[in-house]
T-cell receptor, first 114, second 112 residues
């Protein structure tokens, strides 16, 4: 398996623009997680899905952030409009059904909002 | 509720010295415990995990961790540090089929 795939790897945009981050989880995994990592705040869980259904979005910082999982092999995280404080590395991770299963992380998308 | 505390956001050791990264957890039920490592410009990857059974768990790259229920700890050790061990290390706890809770991370620096 190719692992968790994220695109783009780097994104530079201007304040006010819409940003869409994409994730393809490992085939057969039941859970998908979106995280944000910054120096100031560390690793934060934004939202996670089980079988394509959002379970907990309490970590989504504002209404400017939204996430979807239209099918088992694709998820998006959208920021509209983007702000400089959204600059961070965004990770997608997927996992099997059991709590003992390992989370597999993608390589991340480094977002810079100017 | 579950939580994880990693003592020491930065640890520095000399090459060849013992590595000890501390993790304490809080959980009302027996937890599943994980250590992940993040190398620069990469995602997190699993080092080792404790689920049930033997409390001393061995992982990749010579790391091991011991689950101590009485101390609510899951410290990570390696007898001899290598330059390639320089990275950020995260302890995580998982109780049920849902999200895991990650610690704040410990950055390990290895001096030549």
């Amino acid at each position: 398996d190719a692992g968790v795939i994220q695109s783009p790897r780097h994104e530079v945009t201007e304040m006010g623009q819409e940003v869409t981050l994409r994730c393809k989880p490992i085939s057969g995994h039941d859970y998908l997680f979106w995280y944000r990592q910054t120096m100031m705040r560390g690793l934060e869980l934004l939202i996670y899905f089980n079988n394509n259904v959002p379970i907990d979005d309490s970590g989504m910082p504002e209404d400017r952030f939204s996430a979807k999982m239209p099918n088992a092999s694709f998820s998006t995280l959208k920021i509209q409009p983007s702000e400089p404080r959204d600059s961070a590395v965004y990770f997608c991770a997927s996992r099997g059904l059991a709590a003992t299963d390992t989370q597999y992380f993608g390589p991340g998308t480094r977002l810079t909002v100017l | 509720a579950q939580s994880v505390t990693q003592l020491g956001s930065h640890v520095s050791v000399s090459e060849g010295a013992l590595v000890l990264l501390r993790c304490n957890y809080s959980s009302s039920v027996p937890p599943y415990l994980f250590w992940y490592v993040q190398y620069p410009n990469q995602g997190l990857q699993l080092l080792l995990k404790y689920t049930t059974g033997a409390t001393l768990v061995k992982g990749i790259n010579g790391f091991e961790a011991e689950f101590k229920k009485s101390e609510t700890s899951f410290h990570l050790t390696k007898p001899s540090a290598h330059m390639s061990d320089a990275a950020e290390y995260f302890c995580a706890v998982s109780l049920n089929a849902g999200k895991s809770t990650f610690g704040d991370g410990t950055t390990l620096t290895v001096k030549p």
